[in-house]
């Protein structure tokens, strides 16, 4: 005799759905607990560090073109610097107008061709490059005239950092500039370790 057992396979009853669809959700809103945290710390953290990579690269430009330059082409306002380079001008800008210049009566080897004024304003860092036709001689850019240049209208400027928050040119003693930047988020908040501070000793002339 051969007995024959049926398998009988049923459905969740509806209560058990419910308990299902609840457990299910409890462990989605666990997870999302987990993934959005995550998400956000992540998200900051790039934004940290894009903010530092602003102020680096602009610490490291300053570096190349003013290491070696004459401290006495220094000149300096509220959030304002200017001093000469031996690089090749290529602007538009013309000459600074003499009466807005300085004569510090010294003269070096080395052939100056332009004036570089970094102006900070608009959470921005801007540089405005002046050609400059003394040769070797030294013209500072008179302090009290500094900003009118940095700020005058119709002069070609590009964005040398971006998201800057605060920009200071100290200068000090003979050979020294001190320049402290701070960068901010790009969505306005502000990231944390991200200030630097340099001091620039510079040894007469390239």
Partial sequence: MIIRKKLHITGLTVPEMVVATSILAIFLVLALGTIIPAFKISRRAEENI????????????LIAE??????????????TLSF?????YSGPNATIAGADLVDLHLETDVSWNKYVILRHRDNNLYRRE??????RQIFQVDP???????????IAEKIFAKN???????????TR???K?????????????CQLTLQIQMRGSR
């Fill in 50 to 61: 894009a903010a530092q990579r602003e102020v680096i690269l602009a610490f490291d430009r």
């Fill in 66 to 79: 003013m290491g070696m330059l004459d401290r006495a082409t220094v000149s300096t306002a509220p959030n």
């Fill in 84 to 88: 000469l380079s031996d690089e090749i």
């Fill in 130 to 135: 002046f050609d400059y036709q003394h040769g």
């Fill in 144 to 154: 009290s005239k500094l900003t009118t240049w940095a700020d005058g209208p119709g």
């Fill in 164 to 174: 800057v928050e605060l920009f200071e040119a100290e200068e000090a003693g003979l």
């Fill in 177 to 179: 500039v001190y320049l």
């Fill in 181 to 193: 930047i701070r960068s901010v988020f790009r969505d306005g908040k502000k990231p944390e370790a």
